[in-house]
Each structure stands twice: as C-alpha cells, then as structure tokens.
C-alpha cells in the first residue's frame, strides 16, 4: 500500500510539474501559437464544418522540393511565370493542409495576376486534412522554428531579386504576414484572410509591405476587436493596412466550406486582385 501511495503522489507530481513546463512555455505565445491554441477550444474545432469534396488537377503547376535552413527539406506546389520575373507570390495554406482547393486557388490568381511566379508552401510537411479533428491535430503540431524554416527556404528559393507578395487564409492568414515579415526588404504585399494578427508592435515596425485585410465581422475569434487592435497597431508602427470587413463567417472565401459566401468572396477577391497588381509590377 505504501508504494502504491509513492507511486501515485510520484505520478501527480510529474503531472503536475508537466503542466507547469507547459504554462511557462507557452504564458507568452506567439501570434501564429495564439492562433494554434484555438483548435482545442470545441466551439472553434465545430465552427469549421468538415470540407466540401473537391478535385482539381492544375494544367499548369508542379510540385517541387527545396532546402530549408534547418538542414531538411520542404515540398511546395509551384507555378512557374510565362516569361521571366522577380514577382513572387507566396501562398500559404488553411488549416486543412496544401489542398486541391488551395492549388486551385492559386492557379486562379496565376491567370488574373499575369506575369508572376506562384509557390503554394506547405507547413504541414505533407499531412492533408479532411476532418476537423485532424486539421486541428495537425495545426496545433505546428512547430514556430520548422515553420519558418520552410519559409525561408521557400524565400532564398525565390532568390535575391524576388519581389514577394504573400496570401494565406486562416492559419494561413497569420502565416502571411509572419511570411513578409520575413521576407525583410523583399515583400512588397501581404493578404491576409482571417487570420491572427501579429500584436508586437516591434515586429510590425519591421514591416517592409502594405497590408490587406479580408475580415469576417460574425469571426468568433478573429473579430472585429482583434481587427481593431491591429488597425491601431499598424498604424502606431508606422505602417498600412486596408481593411475590407464582411458581414459573413469565418472561412467565407472557401467554396468547399458549407458557410462559404459568395458575395463577399467576390468582393474581397476583387480587392485583393487590385492590391496585388498595383505592387507586383
């Protein structure tokens, strides 16, 4: 009995001592953490209805591998420009992984952008999610270092010339501009589709690109308070951002999403489209 009672209190401590690593890891989380966290909130997890099936084989795209920073290896889908170019437009995935409707996507904004090489990135090292539950196990794997690890591979891929623009929805929202702000004096736009903000003011300040942001104003989480406190932060930065907020839910642009609207997918689309051809010259 009294080893039982030994094991168990050995048992509560380490649990205990487990939590508190994990409290002091993670009391000042990044933006893209922040972000992360929200898979294990349930009324997050089931706002995001399980993907619409969809299918698309891009007639112009192939996948492609390049090295990373950490010594590794990072796979990409790219689309090539018709004739040589510097501009650069780095795509960064939802939370259900580098998709056919990402791809599908991306060669949309291949035809009506013009003259620009695409790189759809690909922060899941391969995992695809088609479940809810997987895309926030997968998410939440997310490890900050390996993530910026294939960024910046993707960033010296484009080489020392490229003029970077970045898009992204979602987790890949706030992944778009963790991307130009790694991008330094490269990045000269950033999409951002409902996804966390950076809130460090200091980093912002560093920001070499003119922001656009598509937010959705019924977002339970990235509402119109966080919006608003990123209006005011880039804006003590010293830097732009151009917000188009819709009367629509969070995931509103994905066609294969049950809550996708049309309307304001249109919209943001069309903006989005300006934004990038005024700084992808």
């Not at 509560?12 to 953490?33: E, F, L, Y």
């Not at 689309?79 to 990402?102: C, F, Q, R, S």
């Not at 963790?178 to 460090?200: F, H, I, N, R």
């Not at 880039?234 to 951002?241: F, Y």
Request: hydrophobic share 40%; aromatic share 10%; proline share 4%.
């Amino acid at each position: 009995m009294k080893k039982l009672l030994l094991f168990t209190l050995f048992i509560g401590i380490a649990t205990i001592t487990s939590a508190q690593r994990k409290i002091v890891c993670c009391s000042n989380p990044s933006a893209t953490q922040q972000f992360a966290m929200l898979a294990s909130d349930t009324r997050f997890k089931m706002s995001h209805k399980n993907p619409l099936p969809i299918r698309f084989q891009s007639s112009i795209g192939e996948a492609i591998t390049y090295k990373t920073p950490d010594g590794k290896q990072a796979s990409a889908f790219f689309m090539k420009a018709k004739k040589p170019t510097n501009n650069y437009l780095l795509v960064i995935h939802e939370w259900w992984g580098l998709n056919d409707y990402v791809k599908k996507e991306s060669e949309k904004l291949y035809n009506d952008l013009g003259n620009v090489n695409i790189i759809d990135l690909d922060l899941y090292d391969g995992k695809v999610a088609t479940t809810r539950e997987d895309a926030g196990k997968f998410m939440q794997a997310v490890n900050d270092d390996r993530a910026r690890a294939i960024v910046n591979g993707a960033i010296a891929y484009a080489g020392p010339k490229a003029h970077i623009a970045t898009i992204g929805w979602c987790f890949g929202g706030g992944w778009s501009l963790q991307t130009s702000l790694l991008a330094g004096k490269k990045a000269v736009a950033c999409v951002m589709y409902y996804g966390m903000p950076e809130q460090d003011v200091n980093k912002l300040k560093t920001l070499n690109a003119d922001v656009l942001g598509n937010f959705a104003n019924k977002d339970q989480w990235i509402n119109p308070k966080v919006v608003a406190k990123f209006d005011a932060d880039m804006k003590a930065a010293g830097k732009k951002v151009y917000l188009h907020q819709y009367d629509a839910d969070h995931g509103f642009a994905n066609p294969s999403n049950p809550i996708y609207n049309s309307d304001a997918t249109k919209d943001a689309y069309a903006n989005t489209l300006e934004f990038l051809k005024a700084r992808l010259k």
